[in-house]
């Protein structure tokens, strides 16, 4: 049981630099999100998709882009990195996106820690 | 003001002891809550889920919502040195889209010692 998959697990990235952080997940779950997790923080949403094709801001959008072209996969694209999005990201994928059971939750991946310097 | 509160500790107790952690939040709105449990390096996963006000019991964990004073708690029975991890709780409206409107405290590192 895969769940849900991030790459990579660690990153150093320049300032300026891009790249791209990869999520996929094999649960066939519509709904799919990023968070950032800051040191002693809680986590943050950046994004997340109610199916492919659709997308929608979360908390903390900014300096970050989203796209869901298939059920399965879900990027997340740090164009012009900076300090401040130094972070550990996490995906996350669930069934739906109400709570009415404790079976509607969200099931996380291991996550990716960035650091930008 | 954060929409919840939770004291980041470390807490560190013997194996056996009763663990109390706690949550506050300040939307009145909130009626789901939940605790998610992340071991060191590895993603949340729910360990407890309480609708509106009341007790939950699942084995050793008790999961308590007092909307009054819009305080969240979590006791831990018999404490496990396997219980060692970071606990954060979660807060949302019952509206739409919930989990998209999740809001979750810093958590609060436990380590349980033999």
């Known amino acids: 049981n895969a769940g849900v998959t991030q790459t990579p697990k660690f990153r150093i990235l320049k300032i300026g630099q891009s790249m791209t952080l990869q999520c996929t997940q094999d649960?066939?779950?519509?709904?799919m999100y990023w968070y950032r997790q800051d040191p002693g923080m809680g986590l943050k949403l950046i994004y997340y998709?109610?199916?492919?094709?659709?997308?929608d801001k979360g908390e903390v959008p900014n300096g970050y882009n989203v796209s869901r072209s298939t059920t399965e996969d879900f990027p997340l694209r740090l164009e012009l990195a900076a300090p401040s999005q130094t972070s550990v990201y996490f995906c996350?994928?669930?069934?739906?996106?109400?709570?009415?059971?404790?079976?509607?939750?969200?099931?996380f991946g291991s996550g990716t820690q960035l650091s930008v310097l | 003001q954060k929409e919840v509160e939770q004291d980041p500790g470390p807490l560190s107790v013997p194996e056996g002891a009763i663990v109390s952690l706690n949550c506050t939040y300040s939307?009145?709105?909130?009626?789901?809550f939940m605790w998610y449990r992340q071991y060191s390096r590895k993603g949340p996963e729910l360990l407890m889920y309480t609708y509106s006000s009341g007790n939950k019991e699942d084995g050793r964990f008790t999961a308590q919502v007092d909307k009054s004073s819009k305080y969240i708690s979590l006791f831990i029975r018999d404490s496990q040195p396997s219980d060692s991890a970071t606990y954060l709780c979660?807060?949302?409206?019952?509206?739409?889209?919930?989990?998209?409107?999740?809001?979750f405290g810093r958590g609060t590192q436990l380590t349980v010692w033999p």
């Open positions: 979660a807060s949302a409206a019952n509206r739409g889209s919930t989990l998209g409107r999740l809001y």
């Open positions: 996350a994928s669930s069934y739906s996106m109400t709570l009415k059971s404790a079976n509607e939750k969200l099931f």
């Open positions: 939307n009145s709105a909130f009626q789901y």
């Open positions: 649960m066939n779950h519509n709904y």
């Open positions: 998709s109610v199916g492919a094709g659709i997308t």
